[in-house]
């Protein structure tokens, strides 16, 4: 009975456009109560993980770990020179195991892996999926989310090299968007220990307005 209440809610919550934080925070609440309630925590980690993040201000357990440490081998690869020739003669596949530590937080700052298990999961459940299918609802909801989870830290306790405390800022619309565009710009942010930033990446969403959109 349980899970048939809680999918009631999602397909009536997903049936409308996605407006506002609370939207995002209610249906986050509400799949991640789905997921606890199947036993499918490990089977969806991604999903899981994000959703955690929208209900707390700080995370720091295992999965918060695990995707700070996506940013700390970013940070020690950007560190790191690119592989010489005497290095790529021999391991041949230096060069791509050095772009693969460049790029291991990419995946992530898409929200690739967010979409997906959050499609598969609602399939699975026969949850109506429709609306963050389109492109440009999924880019509306991630813009709610990361209000939500924006400057709620992850930390990490355990053995990174450089990178303990990640925050997610969004850059202001205003300075990307476009008449024919909107953009969806969001900074990934090393927190030092004396509370000074570096910036480790951005990741820029991109979907084209309609003429609707487009008019005043």
């Known amino acids: 009975m349980g899970r048939d209440i809680i999918v009631e809610k999602l397909n009536r919550e997903l049936t409308e456009t996605i407006t506002s934080e609370r939207q995002v ?4 609440v509400e799949t991640r109560k789905l997921l606890e ?16 993040w929208a209900m707390h201000p700080t995370l720091d357990r295992v999965p918060a770990q695990r995707v700070i ?7 020690v690869a950007q560190r790191t020179s690119p592989p010489t020739l005497a ?3 021999a391991d041949p596949d230096a060069m791509q195991k050095y772009f693969g530590e460049v790029c291991s937080a990419f995946d992530l700052i898409g929200f690739g892996g967010f979409k997906a298990q959050i499609e598969a999961f609602y399939e699975r459940q026969k949850v109506d999926c429709g609306l963050l299918q389109r492109e440009e609802e999924w880019i ?26 990640l925050i997610v800022r969004k850059v202001p619309a205003d300075s990307y968007s ?10 990934w942010i090393w927190v030092h220990d004396d509370g000074t930033e570096t910036p480790i990446i951005n990741s820029t969403l991109v979907y084209p307005q309609s003429q609707e959109e487009c008019e005043p």
């Open 37 to 52: 309630l199947m036993g499918m925590r490990e089977d969806y980690p991604q999903l899981c993980f994000f959703c955690d």
């Open 87 to 89: 290095d790529i003669q």
């Open 25 to 28: 925070v209610y249906i986050l």
């Open 178 to 187: 476009t008449e024919s565009q909107v953009n969806l710009c969001l900074q």
């Open 140 to 165: 509306r909801f991630l813009g709610y989310y990361s209000s939500v989870i924006e400057d709620c830290p992850l930390k990490c306790q355990g053995d990174a090299v450089y990178v303990r405390t």
């Open 69 to 75: 440490k996506l940013f700390d081998r970013t940070v």
